[in-house]
């Protein structure tokens, strides 16, 4: 069975920077593509980034671009969300995903597993 298990979030001033990690036990991880979620009090959740099963390949969305980067390892079952130049609109609960495939959607419902979730306040 698979699980999922973010850390790193809490209470950062705007412009300030934090780093989300996630580790998956279960099963093997590099067998999974992984993205970043994020989502705020009254609206949907939405797609913040993905990387490839090797991380050889990532995206993100454009509203992060240039300030978000999620990269893996591997060798620690890990994937990373690092967050650089905040903003209060980047407040939310963050949540990473994995999926069995190849490919990696920005579509939620696309993926299998989800961890619990871990909490963003970004105060102006």
């Known amino acids: 069975q698979v699980q999922l298990v973010e850390s790193g979030g809490g209470l950062v001033q705007a412009g300030g920077s934090l780093r989300l990690s996630c580790t998956l036990s279960?099963?093997?991880?590099?067998?999974?593509?992984m993205g970043w979620f994020r989502q705020a009090p009254g609206k949907e959740r939405e797609f913040v980034g993905a990387?490839?099963?090797?991380?050889?390949?990532?995206k993100h969305a454009d509203s992060v671009k240039g300030r978000f980067t999620i990269s893996r390892d591997n060798t620690k079952s890990t994937v990373y969300l690092q967050m650089n130049s905040l903003k209060s609109e980047d407040t939310a609960v963050y949540y990473c995903a994995a999926r069995v495939s190849r490919s990696w959607p920005n579509t939620p419902s696309t993926y299998d597993y989800w961890g619990q979730g871990t909490q963003v306040t970004v105060s102006s």
């Open positions: 990387i490839s099963r090797g991380g050889g390949s990532t």
């Open positions: 279960g099963r093997t991880f590099s067998a999974y593509a």
